[in-house]
């Protein structure tokens, strides 16, 4: 099985030269760079990460196709103002299989031509999910902190909050988080001499270690979500 060794700078100038080249023709023509220089590694990317993935949760998809765990490139322009066809960026995830993933948990690694980021969180989780999270936050909130304790450098919180405190005079380390309405914790780099390597594979095992407890914790919720009255 092949490994990865790393993106390559040409793959990189494909993306940023999508940017200006957003056209059938064009990608057509170049659509061999894309394959070869995108594609080809990120499904070895995927590869090597499903072993340690599958660790922290034995039910994630992990094959290395498009629509599986890996993102399309082709945008769905049809509700979008921006009537770009093609991304400029490309990532993998990885989840379990579901109807609605956009509301449940998701490992990521994304990269564009300046930076790349990686982390764990929400595409954007709806009332309910977080309404059942703030519930574990209030009820439990010294296994929350600990979890949340690890989700420290080189991670951050990210999200939109909500302009006014849903509850007064709480806790700082909780109320960051119990105010979101939606969330992610991810890294962000522009050190991209990262990911011309195959030390990539390592630095993100790392990484989505550390953030395995919060994944647990919100997988918890997940469970009170199927089974609304135990």
Known sequence: MAQFNGF????????QDVRIHNSKDWFDEHRHIYDQQIVTPFRHLVDDLSQSMVLIDPEFETR????KTLSRIHRDTRFSHDKSRYRSQMWLTFKRASKDWKDAPVYFFEITPDFYRYGLGYYSASRQTMDLLRLLMRTEPKAFLAVAKRC???FELVGESYKRPLVKEQEAQIADWYNRKSFAVMCT????????TDGLVSHLEKGFQQLAPLYHYLMRVEVMKRNPDE
């Open 152 to 154: 420290k450098t080189p």
């Open 64 to 67: 290395p196709a498009i629509g």
């Open 8 to 15: 390559t700078q040409q793959g990189l100038t494909f993306l």
């Open 189 to 196: 780099s522009q050190n991209m001499e990262t990911v011309f």
